[in-house]
Structures are given as structure tokens and as C-alpha cells.
T-cell receptor
Framework: SQQGEEDPQALSIQEGENATMNCSYKTSINNLQWYRQNSGRGLVHLILIRSNEREKHSGRLRVTLDTSKKSSSLLITASRAADTASYFC?????????????FGKGTLLTVNP | DGGITQSPKYLFRKEGQNVTLSCEQN?????MYWYRQDPGQGLRLIYY???????QKGDIAEGYSVSREKKESFPLTVTSAQKNPTAFYLC??????????????FGDGTRLSIL
């Protein structure tokens, strides 16, 4: 079963605008990770936020985590055409989950020049 | 450069045939994973391995088999028992650190189709 569910499924914006994607999950987590996938390629890790963290930044990326609502958001500021990709959240379970990650279905972001 | 290499990039399978997908990493990672991705879907875990000569079934292991004879290599065999093998297959690896999930590094995938 899918643990993380991204919202929206697809998002189309103009270059320079901000893009926000959301992820909801069902059970307690160790950490939550965001990945990017360009068409026909493998996934690339973007950022990891631990369950005791509320916000994390990396360049133009800002991730928030609300464990009480079991949700996370990924904000990409000042988007570029090169940001066009699918974005996935992945959750890591508590100790005993054998290091597995459970991935959502992804948000397809299109940034128009 | 360190990374994960998957081969071939494209693979075609005839009915009743077993095919093997290669995955090699030079990142010195202990853990390796195989995922299946269908169009518009997320990744589903097929098998994973934390140590040489040991591996565990993921969520959709039926019709697949793996081996882990070397730390660097984790080949996946799609057997004839897998009735719907057409998909994009991704291999990943990660370090193992005190029970906490670590970032996974991915190869560029193998696209498998039925002839």
C-alpha cells in the first residue's frame, strides 16, 4: 500500500513562479524524503527531514513537516524550466522497518518558459 | 565517479522467457533495492538486500528473483511467472546507519517490454 500521497497530481506554472507540492502519509515515520525524477531517468534525492524537524532548506527548496497532521510540503522558489520533473515523497518507518522507503505516486511539475 | 549502473537500458522479453537485469554500484553501500515503476505510478519495492548473501522480499516479489553474491552487484531476474512484466525497473543503494532510513541513490533504470 502507498504510504505517501502527493497533491496535486500535476502542476503547471510559469518560470519564476513558486511551486508547492504536498505529501500526506498514514503511519508514524522516522524521516521523510523528497526526490526528483526527470522523464525516463532514475530518481535523485533532494532533501531529508527527520521526524523531530519542522522545516529544512536547501538552495531554492524549502520542506516543512507537520507530524501531527502527517503531512509535508515541498516549496520550490523562483522556478526554472529545468525544474520540470516528477517529484516524489518517500517515508521511512520507525526502527524495525529494515531501512525501506515507501514512495508516493508523485507530482508532475511543468515549468513553462 | 561513483554511482549505480543499470543495464541494459531497454530489454525485450518473449513469452515464457526469463530475463536478468543488471545493477552494479561502486559507492560501497551495504543496502541495495529493486523497484518497479508503472506509468503514472510511484515506486513499488520488489526486493532489497542489506548484506551479501541475504535479501528480503518487498511488496511485489512474486515472479521475481534476486541474488547478492557480491557487495557491488544485485541482479534481478524477471521470471516467466511474472505475467505482467512491462514496466520501468529501478535499482538503488544506500548506506545503513543505526536503523535510520538514509537517502537512496538510483540508477537510470531498465525499461522492459514484452515482445
Amino acid at each position: 500500500s502507498q504510504q505517501g500521497e502527493e497533491d496535486p497530481q500535476a502542476l503547471s506554472i510559469q518560470e519564476g513562479e513558486n511551486a508547492t507540492m504536498n505529501c500526506s502519509y498514514k503511519t508514524s515515520i522516522n524521516n521523510l524524503q523528497w526526490y526528483r525524477q526527470n522523464s525516463g531517468r532514475g530518481l535523485v534525492h533532494l532533501i531529508l527531514i527527520r521526524s523531530n524537524e519542522r522545516e529544512k532548506h536547501s538552495g531554492r527548496l524549502r520542506v516543512t513537516l507537520d507530524t501531527s497532521k502527517k503531512s509535508s510540503s515541498l516549496l520550490i522558489t523562483a522556478s526554472r524550466a529545468a525544474d520540470t520533473a516528477s517529484y516524489f515523497c518517500a517515508t521511512g518507518g520507525l526502527r524495525g522497518s529494515n531501512y525501506k522507503l515507501t514512495f508516493g505516486k508523485g507530482t508532475l511539475l511543468t515549468v513553462n518558459p | 565517479d561513483g554511482g549505480i549502473t543499470q543495464s541494459p537500458k531497454y530489454l525485450f522479453r518473449k513469452e515464457g522467457q526469463n530475463v536478468t537485469l543488471s545493477c552494479e554500484q561502486n559507492l560501497n553501500h551495504d543496502a541495495m533495492y529493486w523497484y518497479r515503476q508503472d506509468p503514472g505510478q510511484g515506486l513499488r519495492l520488489i526486493y532489497y538486500s542489506q548484506i551479501v548473501n541475504d535479501f528480503q522480499k518487498g511488496d511485489i516479489a512474486e515472479g521475481y528473483s534476486v541474488s547478492r553474491e557480491k557487495k557491488e552487484s544485485f541482479p534481478l531476474t524477471v521470471t516467466s511467472a511474472q505475467k505482467n512484466p512491462t514496466a520501468f525497473y529501478l535499482c538503488a543503494s544506500s548506506i545503513i546507519d543505526r536503523g535510520r532510513n538514509q537517502p537512496q541513490h538510483f540508477g537510470d533504470g531498465t525499461r522492459l517490454s514484452i515482445l
